[in-house]
């Protein structure tokens, strides 16, 4: 009797390909797990960056002479924002102050006639002083300051510029080319009385240490305290341009500057100002 041999494996039906397995869970939450923590620690690093620009530190840049030769044109600054209560975006709300505006300061403050723009200049005056200047001398509540922050470049003595307050009768025959804003001329009349200027209670007199190249307090009025931003901490950078490159509001000036401070970094930066403080 022959032994029964068994068909061949090739004549048995074609079995079913089995399905590709399919990759393990495992294997695919590392990338959509990285994806989150990328994005989740850009998050972290964006709210961290927008806390201290609104409630710590900001930089801005000096784009006129006024504060020469203390602050230069072309100087980008760090401003400490947590002493004057910052303001909370989009809001009406202010931090509580960590103390006030005292004078001989520098403060930089939303300029009151258009408070899109920065101003900085020294508080020469707080609510309830006297202000007085006479020849170029500035006195507060009848006694001379000693400022050896203040340069002239002129001589010569003029009105509103050198002596104020003008007279109430003067103010009238001031040329507007002077500089004087037609709102702060309705105003200044009731400020003034026979002893000087008065400062109301929440507002500054503010004056820029280049005093015959300086748009302030004289000329356009009072900064209230609410508008205070920071106080100018130190230098970051300083490069050497005029002051009508730095105000350019065209971009195809903008775009110029911008091309010529990267071809002019290392000639015109002013190497010996970074790190100068107030």
Partial sequence: MEPHHPKPEADAPAREAAPAASPPESSKRPRREGFWET???????LMGVFF?????????????????????????????????????????????????????????????????????????????????????????????????????????VLPLRDNFPPTVEQIATLPAAWGLDPGWAREMPQFIQKDGLHVPEGFLFVMGDNRDNSQDSRFWGFVPESSIVGEPLF?????????????????????????SIVWNFIQKTRWSRTGKSF
């Fill in 52 to 156: 201290i620009r609104t409630f710590v530190a900001e930089a801005t840049v000096i784009p006129t002479g006024s504060m020469e030769k203390t602050i230069l044109i072309g100087d980008h600054v760090f401003l400490n924002k947590l002493l004057y209560g910052p303001r909370l975006p989009y809001t009406s709300w202010r931090v509580p102050p960590l103390r006030e505006v005292h004078r001989g300061e520098i403060a930089a403050f939303r300029y009151p006639r258009n408070p899109s723009l920065m101003y900085v200049k020294r508080v020469i005056a707080v609510g309830g002083d006297v202000v007085r200047i006479e020849n170029k001398k500035v006195f507060i509540n009848g006694r001379a300051l000693e400022e050896p922050y203040a340069q002239h470049e002129f001589s010569s």
């Fill in 235 to 259: 230098v970051y950078w300083s490069y050497d341009a005029p002051s009508a490159e730095w105000a350019a509001r065209d971009l195809k000036s903008r775009l110029k500057f911008d091309l």
């Fill in 39 to 45: 994005l989740r620690s850009l998050l972290v690093v």
